[in-house]
DNA sequence: CGGTAACATTGATCGTTGTCGATGTCCACG
DNA sequence: CGTGGACATCGACAACGATCAATGTTACCG
């Protein structure tokens, strides 16, 4: 398996700047940064969750922008836990801040966050 | 922040079927409908990976919205079969479309497909 | 001080997914 | 008609992630 043939070394390795690739059209702009997609992929992969997006959804739509833990297993058909892991996944994602008074704890939306994913999946 | 009001315990004892949970907040508006939170994470989840990121913004860097397979596997570190695999997923989610002429295959992005799932995450 | 309620953490399970090598398919060309 | 190139599909594997039961932690109450 090891070396079953010689790289075609003519004219896949060359690098364009010559015209005759045949496939290839030319760019108008720059794509993003690797290290900007990655960034952007994590805030998405915490966002892409039908859980998540309710959480955040149930959150949003209290009057003051908060919500306790009782109100998502109230309205979620999921265990606590489970519950609780999503709500850690949020807040290190940085779209909820958690606020504890007495045993409760509340959930709240961080200002922003979501527009900024949305501006910056705008211009992808 | 360290206030930790007391709270207030006249109402905690009294039980649910009462409107006003100690812990809950009054509803301002309705949160998104479960399969409406399913339809919108699949599209999240389609979109939610560095390579198919950056393959979008490529893709739609292009002067005529297009680019082969070449233009990737040139840019990405990947391997071919594992492009071909992530643009299947776009295709899949609506992302982009495909087009083969003679030995190459054509991608461009589905105009508004982006935009679309920028305005439902908008008002989640 | 013991009990209970609210929530977090841990450990385990199991489906999902990103990746690559190998192979298949289709088209162009000599 | 055979050969090679561009791309898709398949099979396998490893890493990840969603979920739950069990347990831990903290605050409140009698």
């Known amino acids: ?69 009782c109100d998502l297993t109230d309205q979620l058909t999921l265990s606590q836990p489970t519950i609780s892991h999503h709500l850690k996944v949020l807040v290190e994602a940085g779209f909820l801040s958690r606020a504890k008074r007495g045993t409760w704890s509340y959930y709240s939306v961080v200002p922003g966050s979501l527009n900024s994913v949305v501006g910056v999946l705008a211009d992808v």
């Not at 060359?14 to 030319?26: G, L, Q, V």
């Open 1 to 69: 398996m090891s070396v079953t043939q010689t790289l075609p070394l003519t004219d896949i390795s060359r690098r364009s700047t010559d015209e005759a690739d045949a496939c290839s059209s030319p760019l108008a702009r720059a794509s993003i940064a690797p290290d900007h997609a990655d960034a952007l992929a994590r805030s998405l992969k915490a966002l892409a969750d039908p859980a998540r997006l309710r959480i955040i959804s149930i959150v949003s739509a209290h009057t003051d922008q908060e919500a306790c833990v």
